[in-house]
């Protein structure tokens, strides 16, 4: 019973969604009046997660997942990618610039000091002697305290979505220059 | 000068917008008084917070830049502060400009200028993004000008949900030297103002080849050749959609029936890999923001985290917190995308994708002059609406506007009417071949005076 009230439900929204229109009254029909489906199916398998892709994804990025839900929208955004394997790219060049047939005039190589070292260093958070500094190096990030892989890869039954809010936090004050 | 003054107590009277992150009055009013020496009229700009203004802090909305003063000024910025441009203040936005709602920046959200100003901190009209500050600052009466960047619809989006004109060049007319990128084969600087006229006025001063941007070109500037009555105006079908809305589409067909009086011919044309745009904007533009992404390490600027285990250790931690959730799920599947198992499969895909999105459009204006198409699916969401729904409206409101970015071509939003059932604004969208700047803006004149 319940069952039958969703399909119809859905129906009724999908009649909605594709009715006709109609123009504002003395305006000829100039525009197409039905609307055109801009659905594109989905189109192979997203692979599940597991702990070595998403350290491998954390040390690539230097970004930490925050959350499974993270994670869960990584595979959600991969669902989406995989809609362009509908196209056939046979022999199709990839396109870097808009302008990739055009010359592209070159500049005069002529020394130029833009910046005074002062400029260069004044927006670090930490200098020594005129140079940057960083903790030590060649040391791998290491692996967080793991992800639940199963609400990873089970999103869509078990994940309670939080999109973001930004109301009720503290406003930062802007300031004055 | 009194424009100047005007400009700077409407900043202050619309505060509780929050269209500005950085105001910078005194800054304004010493422009504007060298522009007065030099003989020229001032007038007020607001400039979005991804430009560099020496000595000003530029944060792109987010907190790890919060503390950023560039000590250069970006190419655009100066060409229109040299001209008699007075900068009120840095434009709030959309965090990295990646967002169609100017709502989850570091600074707060950038609330449209129709909201209920009773209710303003519960809810609000969403400005639309990613350059919402600015939009809102032009439909306010904070500049005449502003500047803002357009890779998906960012400067196109805010004008229509603000009732403004919202013009985005061809690429690479105006030069991107000091435009913190985004997507660097698709970021368009572009122009908000209140008329088509200012639009091109605006454009003029700013654009043209720069030695700092080699993706730079010289725009066309000749004067219109062809009179609207030889002119064919395309309507691609597949821009009617499911999501567009009664009252969107008959603005739409108005717009149409408008310039079908004005005298010129109005034809169906399809665009059959519209709906394929958005999808490969997601795959394209997440590997170049992974990449452009990767400079924000904390070591010559921006956030630094307590973190000093190791170097991999501080920049993690550095991006981890100062970076929002939407910067980190770009970045996270960017580089997803770029690894080398799927690279080819994916990345690569997308770039061969983009060469047939925008030879297919670049197709359709050997046969028509102009497209016409609206800009957004219906008028400007409640923050509450868009939440409620996971912003899923964004993709939505994208669907129309990024195509042009994959083409580079030049296109304007039209603030054409406005909606009977909610008094907001509703906006079309014209479309032009690339470096026909002149043709679309002289085009969206006629019809504006014409409604």
Request: glycine share 6%; net charge neutral; with cysteine.
């Amino acid at each position: 019973m319940i069952n039958r009230f969703r399909c119809r439900c859905l129906l009724r929204t999908t009649i909605r969604k594709f009715a006709r229109k109609t123009p504002i009254a003395n305006d000829k029909l100039l525009v197409p009046d039905v609307p055109e489906s801009s659905h594109v199916d989905d189109i192979g398998e997203v692979p599940s997660f597991d702990h070595k892709l998403i350290t491998h994804l954390e040390r690539l990025s230097l970004i930490r997942f925050s959350s499974e839900e993270a994670v869960a929208n990584l595979r959600e955004s991969i669902r989406i990618a995989n809609r362009l394997k509908h196209i056939d790219v046979e022999g199709v060049q990839p396109m870097i610039t808009v302008w990739d047939n055009m010359e592209c005039p070159l500049r005069d190589d002529v020394l130029s000091c833009e910046l005074e070292r002062d400029e260069v260093l004044e927006n670090a958070a930490e200098t020594m002697e005129d140079y940057f500094v960083t903790p030590p190096g060649n040391i791998p990030l290491g692996a967080e305290k793991p992800l639940d892989l199963k609400l990873i890869n089970e999103w869509d039954k078990l994940g309670q979505p939080n999109p973001p809010d930004p109301r009720g936090k503290l406003e930062v004050k802007t300031n004055k220059k | 000068m009194e424009r100047i003054e005007s400009a700077i107590t409407s900043a202050i009277r619309h505060r509780p917008l929050n269209a500005l992150i950085t105001e910078t009055f005194d800054l304004a009013r010493h422009q504007a008084k060298e522009a007065i020496k030099r003989g020229q009229k001032p007038f007020p700009l607001v400039v979005k917070d991804c430009y560099a203004l020496k000595g000003v802090r530029a944060t792109c909305a987010s907190k790890m830049l919060k503390d950023y003063v560039p000590p250069y000024t970006a190419t655009s910025v100066q060409r229109l502060i040299d001209s008699g441009g007075c900068v009120i203040g840095k434009g709030n936005m959309d965090e990295y400009s990646m967002g169609t709602s100017s709502a989850l920046g570091h600074f707060g959200p950038v609330k449209n200028g129709l909201s209920n100003l009773e209710k303003l901190d519960d809810d609000w009209v969403v400005a639309g993004g990613s350059s919402g500050g600015p939009a809102v600052s032009v439909q306010m009466g904070i500049a005449d000008c502003s500047i803002g960047s357009d890779t998906g619809g960012s400067v196109r989006n805010p004008a229509a949900f603000t009732g403004v004109f919202g013009f985005k060049p061809t690429y690479g007319t105006i030069s991107r030297y000091g435009l913190i990128p985004l997507v660097n084969s698709l970021d368009a600087p572009s122009i908000f103002a209140q008329s088509a006229e200012e639009c091109w006025r605006f454009f003029e001063i700013a654009a043209g080849r720069d030695a700092n941007d080699s993706t730079s070109i010289d725009p066309k500037t000749s004067l219109l050749s062809k009179k609207l009555s030889d002119l064919v105006i395309g309507i691609p079908k597949e821009y009617h959609n499911e999501s567009l809305t009664d009252e969107a589409w008959q603005l739409w067909n108005r717009a149409a029936n408008i310039l079908t009086r004005l005298g010129a011919k109005v034809r169906t044309v399809s665009l059959p890999l519209t709906k394929y745009s958005l999808i490969c904007y997601h795959v394209a533009s997440g590997g170049d923001i992974a990449s452009n992404m990767a400079r924000y390490d904390s070591v010559a600027y921006g956030h630094r985290s307590s973190n000093n285990q190791s170097t991999f250790e501080l920049y993690s931690s550095s991006r981890t917190e100062s970076l929002n959730s939407v910067v980190k799920k770009r970045i996270h599947f960017g580089n997803y995308f770029l690894m080398k198992k799927h690279r080819k499969e994916y990345f690569e895909r997308a770039l061969k994708v983009r060469r047939l999105i925008a030879e297919e459009m670049w197709k359709a204006f050997k046969e028509v002059d102009l497209l016409l198409t609206p800009t957004a699916c219906g008028v400007a969401p409640l923050f509450s609406q868009l939440h409620g729904e996971n912003f899923a409206r964004e993709s939505d409101d994208d669907f129309y506007t990024q195509p042009v970015n994959m083409a580079g071509v030049p296109a304007v939003s039209i603030p054409l009417g406005t909606s009977p059932s909610s008094n907001l604004p509703l906006s079309v969208q014209l479309i032009g071949d690339r470096l026909q700047d002149r043709l679309v803006l002289e085009v969206a004149e006629q019809l504006y005076k014409a409604r």
